[in-house]
T-cell receptor
Framework: QKEVEQDPGPLSVPEGAIVSLNCTYSNSAFQYFMWYRQYSRKGPELLMYTYSSGNKEDGRFTAQVDKSSKYISLFIRDSQPSDSATYLCAMISNAGKSTFGDGTTLTVKP | ETGVTQSPTHLIKTRGQQVTLRCSSQSGHNTVSWYQQALGQGPQFIFQYYREEENGRGNFPPRFSGLQFPNYSSELNVNALELDDSALYLC??????????????FGQGTRLTVV
């Protein structure tokens, strides 16, 4: 079993929809939780990171962490065609080791 | 653009050959991490270099090796290439004293195909 499991998708939504992307994890040593966006043929780009349970907002993006359930989510409000990409969750343990999910591919249709 | 550049962008090699991939880190960053991303999967941590020393390694065999130079640029070397080594190889640079490398910036990657 993988340490980080990400909803595989793919996900296709109309423009303006609210998108929910989710990951679960099994390693209690994970302390930092990140979301990356990866466009085709590009490297991952850090969107948000957090280290505590709760919500963190940045514009149209909200990252949610529930450490008790070992569950993290990324919400995208008012989704745009430019949000079409693969979204990767990633976690860093207290030993500094990073582990990525396998990504969810999102398509936002105009 | 992140300021992290990788070369070459694409490469085709034959099984058994050796390959060297290069990464120039973002200005001011002293740490470089290398990842392997197979098609449809997330990046897998290979190793990290901090001030020219290896500073952590993932579950990869010794035929994966690296170097970091005084200017903090880095190389990834893979010997005895296997078909399963075909992947996107990513490097990420960061300042290690920042919180657990959360502020890592990725290059665009090198697409390696082994035939």
């Amino acid at each position: 079993q993988k340490e980080v499991e990400q909803d595989p998708g793919p996900l296709s939504v109309p423009e303006g929809a609210i998108v929910s992307l989710n990951c679960t994890y099994s390693n209690s040593a994970f302390q930092y939780f990140m979301w990356y966006r990866q466009y085709s043929r590009k490297g991952p780009e850090l969107l948000m990171y957090t280290y505590s349970s709760g919500n963190k907002e940045d514009g149209r993006f909200t990252a949610q962490v529930d450490k008790s359930s070992k569950y993290i989510s990324l919400f995208i409000r008012d989704s745009q065609p430019s949000d079409s990409a693969t979204y990767l969750c990633a976690m860093i343990s207290n030993a500094g080791k990073s582990t990525f999910g396998d990504g969810t591919t999102l398509t936002v249709k105009p | 653009e992140t300021g992290v550049t990788q070369s070459p962008t694409h490469l085709i090699k034959t099984r058994g050959q050796q390959v060297t991939l290069r990464c120039s880190s973002q200005s001011g960053h002293n740490t470089v991490s290398w990842y392997q991303q197979a098609l449809g999967q997330g990046p897998q941590f290979i190793f990290q270099y901090y001030r020219e020393e290896e500073n952590g390694r993932g579950n990869f065999p010794p035929r994966f090796s690296g170097l970091q130079f005084p200017n903090y640029s880095s190389e990834l070397n893979v010997n005895a290439l296997e078909l399963d080594d075909s992947a996107l190889y990513l490097c990420a640079s960061s300042l290690v004293h920042q919180a657990m490398n959360t502020e890592a910036f990725f290059g665009q990657g090198t697409r390696l195909t082994v035939v």
